[in-house]
DNA sequence: CTTCTTGCAAAGATTTTGCAGGATC
DNA sequence: GATCCTGCAAAATCTTTGCAAGAAG
């Protein structure tokens, strides 16, 4: 039984061929991807999946941490598998793909000068970064 | 000739009723709209006005800077006018209201370590934060 | 065998596009 | 007057919902 296997069952939720087919077909790609392509790609492993099984799993998965929210310069969003602990994504620009990277505790003195200058209680953060990744370094230097 | 009015004819664009129209609403209201809701009440000042010309309109009044798009907690865009300089939005949780705050430099260093970490080079970031507004602090308070 | 999930189909909502008429400069 | 913009209508997408059948524990 895999890691999120584990997870799901302790939250009480049943292990399905959808969303055994839904977290394979993210673990196996190099993009994140939007739902719908989640629901094309996870047909091979699932015939019948349909766009609805796919919202409401990735809603779940959200909720359960397995998955994370990306959103893409067009503003569309996406999905990719969520490492463990507090992290965030970096998208490369050209080729797409994402990585992730630990929160740092710098947090803490950002949120307190933020709560100065607009007197906000600062609760939760939504950071991504852009960028692009070492092979597409490599393919704009030539 | 109001600030914008000037931003948008400098960079060749026309001034028209949709645009005005578009902007008053954002500037007027309280919360971050979403492209539907800035049509339905910008037809108070341009009858006409359809959702294709909003949507053309955010697009390049983004593009202008002269609006931020943010996420709200469904994930939904929204669209509000964004202040001069490089800045940030913090939205309530609870009412959903906006503020704006400057970006600080302590992104520099981040940005080395992200760099170190993943081998990206960063270039641009989503940075928004979730909180809750004084007014609506008092009214937890309660 | 009880409860949770799925998948369909349909509805709802959002976003994009082509194009002719109209407005701006 | 030339060019940019708009607004309509339609199409293309994307997302949600209700419900009956099926699967998991």
Request: charged content about 25%.
């Amino acid at each position: 039984m895999s890691e999120w296997e584990t997870r799901l069952a302790a939250s009480g939720y049943r292990l399905t061929a959808a969303r055994r087919a839904i977290l394979q077909v993210l673990s196996e790609s190099p993009v994140p991807l939007s739902p719908l392509e989640i629901c094309r790609q996870g047909q091979a492993r699932c015939t019948s999946l349909g766009p609805a099984t796919v919202y409401r799993t990735l809603e779940l998965l959200e909720k359960e941490s397995l998955v994370r929210r990306v959103y893409q310069e067009n503003g569309a969003c996406a999905y990719l598998p969520a490492l463990p602990g507090h992290r965030h994504a970096i998208l490369c620009r050209s080729c797409g793909r994402a990585a992730e990277f630990p929160g740092s505790e710098d947090w803490e003195s950002l949120a307190a000068l933020v709560q100065q200058a607009t007197g906000y209680r600062v609760e939760g953060h939504l950071l991504q970064l852009m960028g692009l990744c070492p092979d597409c370094q490599r393919e704009e230097a030539k």
